[in-house]
C-alpha cells in the first residue's frame, strides 16, 4: 500500500497569521544581499530626472526599477512580460519589490529614459566590487563574442536590392495617395482612413529601406577599398542596419554584434566592456583602459587577448600607458635559416626550401630588420634601405605611416622567381610605425614565461561568456540599434558582475554559518564540561559526609 504525502498548506486554507515576505526568504539568499548593495549606490543622477506634476500615481524609485531588471537578467529574464510575471507570482520579486506589481511597459520606458546612466551605475557596483575583494588589476583578458541582433536571419539586402524596393513602395504610396484623395472626394470616411494607414506604413518602410540604404552604400565604399572594385556588394541586416551579418558562433551567418569585455583574472569581474560600432575587435584597447581608470582608478600590469585584438594602434597605446601586452601575432617559424648571425652573408642554397613562404613568395619574415642601419636585408644577404615614406588610412580609419624599403633591381638572383610577383623589378618590404611595437610584444610571446602567463587566458574570459549565455540565457539582444544595444550590453555585464559577488555572498555566509556551528559546539562543550564538573565535585561532597 502506498502513503501519499499529504499538502501542508492547502491552497484553501485560511491562515489567521500568515507569514511575513520576508520569512519566506531564506536569510542567505543572494537577492537580499542586491538589495542590500544597490540601497547603497547614490541614485541621486538617477532621482534628478524626475519631478512631481499633478495627482498622478506615484513613482517607482528608480532603485526599485534597477533591482527588478538586474535580478530579472541574473535569472535569465530578458523580456520585459517575463519581469511582469516574475513581479506577480515570483516570491523572491515580490520580496525585492515589497509586493509591487510592475507591468511590462514601465519597464520598457524605463531602460529607453534612463539608458545613458547605466554606465555610471556600472562604475559604482565596480568600486563597490573592489571594496569587498581587492582588485589588483595585475592581469586583465580581454575577449569578444558575437550575439545576435533583433533582426531577421534572411532580412539582409544589398544596395540595389534596397533602390528596387524603394522604387517599388515609390509606386505604392502613389496609389496609396491617390485613392486617399478619390475616397475624401467621394466622402467615404472608412476608406479613407484606411488609405491613410496604408499610406503611413509604407511610408514607415521607406524611410527604414532609405536608412538601410545608406549604411549598404558605405559599407561598400569602405569594402571595395580594400579588396578591390571586383568584391560582391555588402548585405545589410534591414530591420537594424547597425548590425552585421557575420558568421554565427554556432555556425551559418547571422545579423550579430560583437560585444567586448575585459575581466580581471583574480576575482573574474567585468571591470571594462564595449561594443564597437563595426564588425573588428581591433581598436577599442584603449577605450577599455581609459574605461578601468575612470571606474577603478588604476591600469592594469598586464592585458592578455587574442590575435585579433593585435592591431599596431592597440599595441601602441598600451605601450604608452606601461601596460604589457600579451597577444599572439604569430610566431617566427622554427628554425628560420633568414635569422644567421651575419646578415650580410647569403643563406644557404640548402636552406632555400626552409625559408618562409607565403602565396608562393617569400614571406616579409625571410627578410630581417637592422634597426642600426634602419634596412632590411634579403636571404642573398642584399640591403633594402628606407625608400620612401607614405601614409595610408588603417582598419580604424586612423593614418598609419609607412616606410617603403626597397633595393636594387634583382630580376638577375637565383630566388627571383620566388621572391618577385609579376613585371616588378626588385622587392619591397612595408614597415609601418608600429613594427617595432609588433616585435617587442612578439619577442614577449615567444619566451617562456610570456606563454606561461597566456596560458591562464582562456578559462577566465571564455568563463564569463558562458555564463551570460548559457546561465544567464543572454544569446540576442531585445532592442535594435547600437546605442540601444550598447545600453543592454552594460546592464547584461552589470548583472553578470552582481551575479559573481552575490557568489561572494553565499561564501561568506558558508563562513559565517561555520563559525556559528563552532560557537554552538564550543558553548555546547563547555556546558558539558562545567555540568561534569560540578557533577564531580558533588560526588567529592558525598564521600566526605560519608
Not at 564588425?279 to 587577448?305: D, F, T
Not at 618577385?420 to 614597415?431: E, F, H, T, V
Request: hydrophobic residues 35%.
Amino acid at each position: 500500500m502506498v502513503i501519499w504525502s499529504e499538502a501542508p498548506r492547502p491552497r484553501c486554507q485560511i491562515e489567521l497569521i500568515a507569514p511575513s515576505l520576508d520569512e519566506q526568504i531564506g536569510k542567505t539568499a543572494g537577492v537580499r544581499f542586491l538589495d542590500a548593495l544597490l540601497r547603497e549606490v547614490d541614485w541621486k543622477p538617477w532621482e534628478e530626472y524626475y519631478h512631481q506634476s499633478g495627482p498622478g500615481r506615484p513613482t517607482h524609485h528608480p532603485r526599485v526599477m534597477c533591482a527588478a531588471i538586474l535580478y530579472g537578467l541574473i535569472r535569465g529574464m530578458h523580456s520585459t512580460r517575463m519581469l511582469e510575471y516574475a513581479t506577480q507570482y515570483n516570491l523572491d520579486f515580490q520580496w525585492l519589490l515589497d509586493g509591487r506589481t510592475i507591468d511590462h511597459s514601465t519597464f520598457a520606458k524605463f531602460r529607453t529614459l534612463h539608458g545613458e546612466r547605466i554606465k555610471g551605475l556600472f562604475r559604482q557596483i565596480n568600486r563597490k566590487a573592489a571594496q569587498l575583494k581587492r582588485l589588483s588589476l595585475e592581469e586583465v583578458i580581454v575577449d569578444g563574442t558575437r550575439i545576435r541582433a533583433d533582426s531577421d536571419r534572411h532580412g539582409g539586402r544589398s544596395a540595389g536590392a534596397l533602390q528596387r524596393r524603394l522604387a517599388a513602395l515609390e509606386g505604392k504610396i502613389a496609389a496609396a495617395l491617390e485613392g486617399l484623395e478619390k475616397a475624401q472626394e467621394q466622402g467615404r470616411s472608412d476608406e479613407a482612413a484606411r488609405f491613410e494607414r496604408e499610406k503611413d506604413v509604407l511610408e514607415a518602410r521607406k524611410k527604414r529601406d532609405q536608412k538601410a540604404l545608406a549604411v549598404a552604400r558605405q559599407r561598400d565604399v569602405v569594402k571595395k577599398s580594400r579588396e578591390g572594385s571586383k568584391t560582391p556588394a555588402v548585405r545589410v541586416p534591414v530591420t537594424d542596419p547597425d548590425a552585421h551579418i557575420l558568421p554565427n558562433k554556432e555556425g551559418g551567418f547571422a545579423p550579430n554584434y560583437t560585444p567586448v569585455i575585459a575581466v580581471e583574472a583574480q576575482t573574474g569581474l567585468i571591470v571594462a566592456e564595449q561594443i564597437n560600432a563595426g564588425n573588428a575587435e581591433s581598436g577599442c584597447m584603449e577605450g577599455l583602459v581609459e574605461e578601468m581608470e575612470g571606474s577603478l582608478g588604476a591600469k592594469p600590469q598586464r592585458m592578455l587577448a587574442d590575435e585579433a585584438f593585435g592591431g599596431g594602434h592597440d599595441l601602441q597605446s598600451l605601450k604608452d600607458k606601461g601596460i604589457e601586452a600579451y597577444i599572439p601575432l604569430g610566431k617566427d617559424p622554427q628554425g628560420n635559416p633568414a635569422l644567421r648571425a651575419c646578415l650580410g652573408q647569403a643563406v644557404s642554397p640548402a636552406d632555400w626550401d626552409r625559408l618562409p613562404y607565403r602565396a608562393g613568395k617569400l614571406a616579409k619574415s625571410a627578410f630581417v630588420y637592422k634597426a642600426s642601419e634602419d634596412a632590411y636585408y634579403c636571404p642573398m644577404g642584399h640591403a633594402l634601405p628606407a625608400y620612401r615614406r607614405q601614409s595610408r588610412r588603417g582598419n580604424q580609419g586612423r593614418k598609419v605611416s609607412k616606410i617603403e624599403y626597397k633595393g636594387a633591381p634583382c630580376q638577375d638572383c637565383p630566388l627571383a622567381s620566388r621572391c618577385l610577383s609579376g613585371k616588378a623589378r626588385s622587392r619591397a618590404i612595408l614597415r609601418d610605425e608600429y613594427e617595432a611595437c609588433r616585435e617587442e610584444v612578439r619577442d614577449r610571446m615567444n619566451s617562456p614565461a610570456g606563454r606561461e602567463i597566456y596560458q591562464r587566458r582562456a578559462p577566465r574570459v571564455e568563463g564569463a561568456f558562458g555564463t551570460i549565455k548559457a546561465a544567464m540565457g543572454m544569446r540576442r539582444f531585445n532592442r535594435r540599434s547600437l546605442q540601444k544595444v550598447r545600453q543592454d550590453w552594460t546592464w547584461t555585464c552589470l548583472a553578470f558582475n552582481l551575479k559573481k559577488m552575490m557568489g561572494w555572498m553565499g561564501d561568506n555566509a558558508e563562513m559565517n554559518s561555520f563559525a556559528t556551528l563552532y560557537k554552538l559546539l564550543r558553548q555546547y562543550l563547555a556546558a558539558k564540561l562545567l555540568q561534569w564538573a560540578i557533577s564531580a565535585r558533588y560526588e567529592v561532597k558525598i564521600a566526605k559526609a560519608a
